[in-house]
């Protein structure tokens, strides 16, 4: 076998590979001699079959099942004497591969670029530092009195964030559909979960006013029968309450599932969440500032094919969350930034697991198989699906030596502290009960 290999352009390569015409010769009919063993042909007895006659029914297909091994083969042999690491499976283009001549093809890959990491030592990540204030807790729990109003009857025209509960009657074309006719129907108003036109239409009206109002139901309302129709709607406006926030006293308490303890178990609890998810996001954010700076620091061309493989990817996971309706996804422009930061951070992750043989613990492996299982509805059950299933722990395995990777750039990286509060970490504020 001769082989010999081309750059075309930074990391592309082309290496053209000889197959002797002996070698292809050898390799099919060792095929058709086992064929003779197993081949059933019409007038022989099974095993007897003369090689003449096989050979004349299934050289063809001998002769071809040969040229694909032996290009696998030949490609592996060659990519392993000259060290080279492909970026994916090479695109084989055959040349000459007719029977009695000699095997000639192509093989046109991206090999993976080689890495000079620069010294963790150098690098520099946001360690951001918080704790929760008293007034933080204040505010959660006022947070939790606003999802729990409690309403009471008022004798005024209704608006924004009153309860108003209504009788009504829809019709499309003039008839009545399947659930358009209620009694007592319960509303928030500005809460969003009527049509828009009938929540306009409630604002300002009073314990037994009546209107007419017609509205349009959105193409993607959930019930096929009336979506993207036109209605008409008779609501009668049947009691006004207004909200107000519950006392925050034990019956508030129990009604958060928390039986004992009173006000003070609560401020507890919710602290002890608090200054959990302070820690959890503090971590997190570390982490991503680390793996920023590492990804800056360490510049290199990247394989094309790597690059489109996780373009491919983060299409797919939008398409799947946005669902069926998704007709058209954004072109590849939105995701290419995204792909290549992925894509070079996984080449420099394995990098530095190969320079400096960064190897998981087990108790990380089972620190991640104890996160899988948790909130399962039997845990004990799906821990050992887990655990005899080879391919779901290997997952756990390498998502186990990713975080050893990154606990050792964050341990020789520079952390430097950032001051920060609990609403830039949690994402939202407790006061306002929005994100932040």
Avoid: W
């Avoid at 909200?243 to 308490?253: G, I, K, M, T, Y």
């Avoid at 070079?344 to 089972?366: F, H, S, T, Y």
């Avoid at 990777?405 to 949690?426: N, W």
């Amino acid at each position: 076998m001769e082989h010999s290999l081309t750059t075309i352009s930074g990391l592309e390569r082309r290496l053209e590979i000889v197959v002797p015409v002996d070698q292809v010769v050898a390799e099919t009919e060792q095929r058709l001699k086992r064929l003779m063993r197993t081949v059933r042909i019409d007038g022989f007895r099974p095993g007897k079959v003369p090689y003449a006659v096989v050979r004349s029914q299934y050289g063809d297909q001998a002769h071809m099942e040969a040229v694909e091994q032996l290009m696998q083969s030949s490609v592996a042999e060659s990519l392993g004497s000259l060290q080279l690491r492909p970026a994916a499976p090479p695109r084989i283009e055959p040349i000459t591969f007719a029977p009695g001549a000699e095997l000639r093809f192509a093989a046109l890959f991206e090999v993976l670029p080689e890495i000079q990491l620069r010294p963790l030592s150098e690098l520099e990540y946001a360690r951001p530092v918080a704790s929760v204030s008293d007034a933080d807790v204040d505010s959660m729990v006022d947070r939790l009195r606003r999802q729990r109003p409690v309403f009471a009857a008022v004798d005024r025209p209704s608006k924004a964030g009153d309860r108003v509960s209504i009788d009504f009657e829809g019709r499309i074309e003039g008839e009545v559909f399947p659930g358009g006719k209620g009694e007592d129907l319960k509303v928030v108003l500005g809460a969003g979960t009527i049509l828009p036109e009938l929540d306009t239409a409630l604002h300002g009206m009073s314990v037994g006013e009546s209107k007419t109002v017609p509205a349009r139901f959105p193409d993607e309302y959930g019930a096929p029968s009336v979506a993207g129709k036109q209605a008409e709607f008779d609501i009668k406006v049947t009691s006004v309450e207004e909200s107000s926030l519950p006392a925050l006293d034990d019956e508030f308490v129990r009604s958060l599932g928390l039986p004992e303890g009173g006000v003070e178990a609560l401020r507890a609890e919710i602290r002890k969440s608090m200054e959990r998810e302070v820690t959890d996001s503090a971590s997190r954010r570390a982490r991503e500032s680390a793996l920023e700076a590492l990804f800056k620091a360490n510049p290199f061309e990247l394989p094309k094919v790597l690059v489109d493989e996780q373009v491919q990817e983060l299409q797919a996971q939008l398409q799947q969350r946005m669902g069926p309706q998704a007709t058209e996804l954004p072109g590849r422009e939105m995701f290419e930034e995204s792909a290549r930061r992925r894509v070079a951070l996984g080449l420099l992750i394995g990098e530095l697991i190969r320079a400096n043989e960064i190897r998981p613990d087990r108790q990380q492996v089972e620190a991640r198989l104890d996160a899988a299982v948790q909130g399962s509805p039997d845990p004990d059950q799906l821990r050992r699906r887990y655990v005899q299933s080879r391919e779901a722990m290997q997952q756990l395995e390498a998502g186990a030596l990713e975080d050893a990777a990154i606990a050792f750039v964050l341990a020789q990286a520079k952390g430097v502290d950032k001051p920060s509060s609990f609403s830039e970490l949690a994402g939202y504020d407790p006061a306002s009960g929005s994100d932040a």
